[in-house]
């Protein structure tokens, strides 16, 4: 079976630091890997996603990832964060010997104060 | 592009009530799902469908049923709702069940 670490729960950052969320997944083979934004009321916005190739992936709004192999690892990274990432941001998987879609973590929830 | 349009936004139904959301996609996509979001719980999928007509049980089916009558269109119904329920339906589509989702803004149920 597979799933999804976010180990941070709530992170909080001051406007125009940067900004590194991790991701932790298990899994046999090798997954497509996924992350999502939620901004309040909204539902999931998908930021970047990795299939394969290069293992550094460049989304929307500035954000990057970096998948890592051995290291079970799919962390997202912002050089300089605004007021508006204030949101939830989900990591998730893809594990295509997995009928049901992706697997989710259970999000991590960033405060940008200015 | 595309969007997905849920209805209602917000629902509030007694407890005991059956209770219906809907969900429309215009992406032409094979796959939609429907997932109920708690605080501090993630997304847990409670049914997707691969295709028009087929239905496919998620970890969080029971007290639950759905309906994919067109391509287009995703229903779920609480069949009995828990007093004190309060959490946000998420209705999603994807081409693929390995490809990226995408999903509706939600249904906000409240139970009273």
């Known amino acids: 079976a597979q799933s999804v670490t976010q180990p941070d729960a709530r992170v909080t950052v001051s406007e125009g630091a940067s900004l590194q969320l991790r991701c932790k997944y298990s899994?046999?083979?090798?997954?497509?890997l996924f992350w999502y934004v939620q901004y309040p009321r909204q539902g999931l916005q998908l930021l970047l996603k990795?299939?394969?190739?290069?293992?550094v992936v460049q989304g929307v709004n500035g954000f990057e990832a970096e998948f890592s192999k051995s290291n079970s690892s799919f962390h997202l990274r912002k050089a300089s964060v605004h007021w508006s990432d204030s949101a939830v941001y989900f990591c998730?998987?893809?594990?295509?010997?997995?009928?049901?879609?992706?697997?989710f973590g259970l999000g991590t929830r960033v405060s940008v104060f200015p | 592009g595309g969007i997905i349009t849920q209805t209602p936004k917000f629902l509030i139904g007694q407890e005991g009530q059956k209770l219906t959301l809907k969900c429309q996609q215009n992406?032409?996509?094979?796959?939609m799902y429907w997932y109920r979001q708690d605080s501090g719980k993630g997304l847990r999928l409670i049914y997707y469908?691969?295709?028009?007509?087929?239905?496919q049980k998620g970890d969080l089916s029971e007290g639950y049923d759905a309906s994919r009558e067109k391509k287009s269109s995703f229903s779920l119904t609480v069949t009995s709702a828990q007093k004190n329920e309060m959490a946000v339906f998420l209705c999603?589509?994807?081409?693929?069940?390995?490809?990226?989702?995408?999903f509706g803004k939600g249904t906000r149920l409240t139970v009273v």
């Open positions: 999603a589509s994807s081409p693929r069940l390995d490809t990226e989702v995408f």
């Open positions: 899994y046999s083979g090798t997954p497509y």
């Open positions: 990795y299939y394969s190739g290069d293992p």
């Open positions: 998730a998987l893809s594990a295509r010997d997995y009928a049901q879609g992706l697997t």
């Open positions: 992406f032409n996509h094979d796959t």
């Open positions: 469908s691969i295709t028009e007509n087929d239905l």
